[in-house]
């Protein structure tokens, strides 16, 4: 008996040297406001915090050793210098006693001195004046985007958050908790509002754009302005919708006004494809066709191959070409991150292998593949691309004012960036409306409209979702009506709808760069404020 015992009393012994030494597991207390520079910890523990939408939630974790102490319980094997490269803190958020969420925090963040030395630390979980800054918001950003946003529903739950240390070298192992508290959160994120005291912003003409006379259901927009204001939606800058061509909604916030550039990111990218038709009509390039093998001299470049020099332009306008590059994949070596910090992006992105086993036509997001196809046009068209960007498509508008980035080459940077004011965004999207008119005049050709509004390919994941060239593709419903919307949308919930039928454009802006909540965010603001309100009348 004592031998098959053996086995057992050892392992519970080696589990008493560990959890001897380790103690009880530590403490997580959690705060409104960041503990004062220089004391390292939150002065307070609240047992109840009442979580409104502009609340902020710090927590101090405090540990009986540091966090490299208990990954090397688990990876003896390792140096505590390699230990950060392969381990972190696991997350586990529990509301009313059941998990809803977990996540292993990537290795590298804290920093593995932290790792070696930290028992007490804050962080914030949300923190409305510095959105994104921490590794905290992060997780707790996943926990909301993957359950906590409808486990939070309006009243009273118990918010318990778990740590626990991780090693992954291949293998997920956990270990023990080593900090844990609770907090209770009277959820008040819906704001009562008083429609009496709103009022909507009056509308004014536009360099090109009247205002107009249409009825839309205005106690609605006012309810989703207050939210705006409330911080139920978050960090959104401007609303426009021109219907029929005519203002008939324009309302800013978080200190935006009418002048105002945006930094809508990746809607910049429908912009190269806008050109690349203009270039075509006016012979800097052939067609859609045309292969990159016939542009640039690639045997120059790394990995050159057959597959490289058959490269399309039509390719790179659909994300479809078969360059290893997928800014979905953080390993992809043509993830956009790799390319930033190059000095020559067009080299980064001709050097890349090709892979034609995972991409043979499929859609995958490849930033640098629009870039390579704005810095063509720049390197075909005689004075380059900004120049023939404002003569040919913003100056026809009446867009005066914005500001492109550029690459490392000086070349407009299709890859996203460029600022314009969100009524000049409006007349991007209503040019295409127009079936490529402006003022009598035809500014982009009627059929590359058309091609660019076509179903060129589905979008892996999405359920009847395609893309065009640059232009992205979904279907609304509302009021039992589909309205299908053609799209340009980028980083922090920045998108500019244009819908056919009924003739519809709507600008929205935002800065919640990086936030998973952003795109749903102005999903749901379509669908439940500003499509309802505008395609029936009201009072």
């Known amino acids: ?17 560990v959890t001897g030494v380790q103690g009880q597991p530590g403490r ?25 939408p502009r609340t902020n939630l710090f927590l101090t974790v405090s540990l009986q050793k540091p966090l490299s102490w208990y990954l090397q319980q688990m990876a003896p094997q390792l140096s505590v210098d390699s230990l950060s490269a392969v381990g972190n803190y696991q997350f586990n958020f529990y509301i009313d006693g059941r998990l809803i969420y977990h996540t292993e925090l990537w290795p590298g963040a804290p920093r593995p001195q932290q790792q070696q030395r930290d028992t007490l630390w804050t962080k914030p979980l949300i923190d409305n004046q510095h959105e994104g800054t921490w590794w905290s918001q992060s997780a707790w950003n996943r926990f909301m985007y993957n359950g906590g946003d409808s486990a939070l529903t309006e009243g009273r739950h118990t918010l318990r958050l778990v740590l626990r240390p991780y090693v992954n070298r291949g293998q997920l192992i956990v270990g023990d908790i080593i900090a844990e508290g609770s907090v209770v959160l009277d959820v008040n994120r819906q704001p009562k509002i008083d429609l009496a005291t709103i009022s909507l912003t009056p509308v004014k003409p536009y360099n090109g754009l009247a205002v107009s006379s249409d009825a839309f259901d205005r106690n609605r927009i006012k309810q989703l302005k207050a939210w705006i204001d409330a911080g139920v939606f978050r960090h959104v800058t401007s609303i426009v919708v021109l219907k029929k061509g005519k203002i008939l909604v324009e309302e800013y ?76 994949d953080m390993h992809s070596p043509g ?17 890349l292998p090709m892979d034609t086993v995972k991409y043979t036509g499929q859609w995958h997001y490849f930033t640098a593949g629009v870039m390579l196809q704005g810095s063509l046009l720049h390197q075909l068209i005689p004075g380059g691309l ?61 059929h590359w409209v058309k091609e660019s509004f076509t179903h060129q390919l589905p979008i892996p994941g999405r359920t009847n979702e395609y893309y065009g060239y640059l232009f992205w593709n979904k279907t609304y ?27 519809l454009v709507v600008v929205i802006t935002a800065t919640a760069y990086g936030q998973p909540y952003a795109h749903p965010q ?14 029936g009348s009201g009072p």
Request: proline share 4%; hydrophobic share 35%.
């Open 1 to 17: 008996m004592y031998q098959f015992l053996k086995p057992y009393f050892f392992v519970l012994l080696l589990f008493s040297i």
């Open 28 to 52: 997580i207390v959690f705060d409104t406001v960041a503990p004062l520079t220089g004391t390292g910890h939150s002065t307070n523990e609240l047992s109840g915090i009442t979580l409104q």
């Open 253 to 328: 916030f978080n200190g935006n006004g009418r002048d105002s550039l945006n930094d809508t990111r990746s809607v910049g990218k429908s912009f190269a494809s806008t050109l690349t038709g203009m270039a075509i009509r006016d012979h800097y390039l052939e067609s859609v066709t045309t292969r990159l093998g016939s542009k640039y001299a690639l045997q120059q470049f790394a990995h050159y191959s057959a597959a490289k020099a058959a490269v399309t332009v039509r390719e790179l306008l659909t994300m479809s070409s078969r360059f290893d590059g997928n800014d979905d």
């Open 335 to 351: 993830n956009e991150e790799n390319m930033y910090p190059t000095d020559d992006w067009v080299k980064f992105t001709l050097d």
């Open 386 to 446: 900004e120049s023939y960007a404002d003569k040919n498509l913003f100056r026809p508008l009446g867009i005066t004012h914005y500001q492109w980035q550029f690459t490392p080459q000086q070349a407009p940077n299709t890859a996203g960036g460029i600022r314009l004011r969100s009524l000049d965004l409006a007349k991007y999207g209503q040019l295409y409306v127009n079936r490529g008119r402006w003022n009598g005049r035809q500014v982009l050709p009627e």
């Open 477 to 503: 419903s509302v009021k039992e009506r589909a309205m299908e919307a053609w799209y340009c949308t980028g980083n922090g919930g920045n998108k500019v709808f244009v819908f056919k039928d009924p003739e």
């Open 522 to 535: 102005a999903d749901r603001m379509m669908t439940e404020y500003i499509l309802p309100a505008v395609i």
